[in-house]
């Protein structure tokens, strides 16, 4: 069983303050995915990261995938009330795909 | 609308009875997956078919559970004589052959067993 820790569980911050959230395995991973989902909704696809050392932007998004495809993180440039959800992340490994529990993010206004 | 569709979005029902959820991929997608998501916790994989085979169920999926995909195209997840711990929301996923990876959900069906 592949499992993926995220951290920190919950996170509150104030807006246009910056934020990393981890992702953390024992395992590799060929690709990993991170995941949006507000309240009542299905997960939203972000990015995808495939290479070990990659590092993606989207806006004021930055994922970085490790070295080791084992972990990655996501960071949050000037936070926004809109950035405010549950950010998963997930890992392909076969023929399914695991999540972690998410890390639950609050941006104050 | 060409995104994951799934329904009922809500069911109520009483401890016992049995219920059934659809979920319709994406036409272009081979891939679907079942997950169970609790308050709180990420989601949890069920199952997942590669157009009409199950290729994988996850140990969470008791006897009391079975997901069917007749034609390769939408697929059923059926909850026989539901238990209380059977209250969550259920997602469905699909992806492409291209990018088996990258999931995109529906809105989701929570079921809330009394």
């Known amino acids: 069983t592949q499992l993926l820790e995220q951290s920190p569980q919950f996170l509150s911050i104030q807006e246009g303050e910056n934020l990393t959230v981890y992702c953390n395995s024992s395992?590799?991973?060929?690709?990993l995915q991170w995941y949006r989902q507000e309240p009542g909704e299905g997960p939203v696809l972000l990015v995808t990261?495939?290479?070990?050392?990659e590092v993606k932007k989207l806006k004021r998004l930055t994922f970085q995938f490790g070295d080791a495809r084992k972990d990655s993180s996501l960071h949050i440039t000037a936070a926004q009330p809109g950035d405010t959800g549950l950010y998963l992340c997930?890992?392909?490994?076969?023929?399914?795909?695991?999540f972690g529990a998410g890390t639950r993010l609050t941006v104050k206004p | 609308d060409t995104g994951v569709s799934q329904d009922p979005r809500h069911k109520i029902t009483k401890r016992g009875q049995n219920v059934t959820f659809r979920c319709d991929p994406i036409?272009?997608?081979?891939?679907l997956y079942w997950y169970r998501q609790t308050l709180g916790q990420g989601p949890e994989f069920l199952t997942y078919?590669?157009?009409?085979?199950?290729?994988?169920k996850s140990r969470l999926l008791s006897d009391r559970f079975s997901a069917e995909r007749p034609k390769g195209s939408f697929s059923t997840l059926e909850i026989q004589r539901t238990e209380q711990g059977d209250s969550a929301m259920y997602l469905c996923?699909?992806?492409?052959?291209?990018?088996?990876?990258?999931?995109?959900f529906g809105e989701g069906s929570r079921l809330t067993v009394l």
């Open positions: 996923a699909s992806s492409s052959g291209l990018a088996p990876g990258e999931l995109f």
């Open positions: 997930a890992g392909a490994g076969g023929n399914d795909m695991r």
């Open positions: 990261v495939v290479t070990g050392g």
């Open positions: 036409s272009e997608h081979n891939r």
């Open positions: 395992s590799v991973f060929s690709s």
């Open positions: 078919f590669q157009n009409e085979a199950q290729l994988e």
